[in-house]
């Protein structure tokens, strides 16, 4: 079954600090990967997404995420974190369901605190 | 451009009662999907529909229904709620369901809760 595993509960930076948030995932064949921010009371933003190419994916908001096959890893990245960016932050790979459509497989969420 | 919109944004029932949610998805996106987020966990996948069929469904019990209509809205129903079923119920939408280069967009929620 595909899987994804974000170990951190919380990460906290100092603002101006790179950030990195942890992502693992298990899947049977080529994985799909994605990132989503969640800010209190919201709904899911859409951060970035690797489907195949190169393994440095940019996405919005200066965030970027390494893809890593060996080490079956999909990490998000900033240069620079601003307090803003506080928020929660979930790892996802797409699943098939049946007839070829599909659905996340979230992981568990990681809170991101930056301090001033 | 308008994004995905959910109603209502809050709900309180009780155990036992019914509950209808409701989802317009991104003006020109035919796939709507439906998600459960229980506080302190990541979304989990209820149902999937395109073109006004079912095409997934996550590990739910029956009492968890949905349909699309033609404007590719769609409703999510809940049946003899449990307090187990207070959670965050997100709606999902993209241009087709099938390819994954088409991202899903998320909607606010419907926080529910069951007294």
């Known amino acids: 079954a595909q899987s994804v595993a974000q170990p951190e509960d919380q990460v906290n930076v100092a603002e101006g600090n790179p950030l990195t948030v942890k992502c693992t995932y298990s899947v049977s064949g080529n994985p799909y990967l994605f990132w989503y921010v969640q800010y209190p009371n919201r709904g899911l933003q859409f951060l970035l997404k690797y489907i195949t190419g190169d393994n440095l994916v940019k996405g919005s908001y200066g965030f970027e995420a390494e893809f890593n096959k060996s080490q079956t890893s999909f990490h998000l990245k900033k240069p620079s974190a601003l307090v803003s960016d506080s928020a929660l932050y979930f790892c996802a790979v797409r699943d098939r369901v049946s007839g070829g459509y599909n659905k996340l497989i979230f992981g568990a969420g990681t809170r991101l605190a930056v301090h001033p | 451009d308008a994004g995905v919109t959910q109603s209502p944004t809050h709900l309180i029932k009780t155990r036992g009662q019914h509950v209808t949610l409701r989802c317009s998805p991104i003006s020109g996106h035919k796939s709507v999907s439906w998600y459960q987020q229980v506080l302190g966990q990541g979304p989990q996948f209820i149902f999937q529909?395109?073109?006004?069929?079912?095409?997934g469904r996550g590990n739910f019990p029956d009492r968890f229904s949905a349909r699309q209509f033609p404007n590719y809205s769609s409703e999510l129903n809940v049946n003899a709620l449990l307090l187990g079923d207070s959670a965050l119920y997100l709606c999902?939408?993209?241009?087709?369901?099938?390819?994954?280069?088409?991202?899903?967009?998320f909607g606010p929620g419907t926080r529910l809760t069951v007294l």
């Open positions: 999902a939408s993209s241009l087709a369901g099938q390819s994954p280069y088409n991202e899903q967009f």
């Open positions: 529909y395109y073109e006004k069929e079912e095409r």
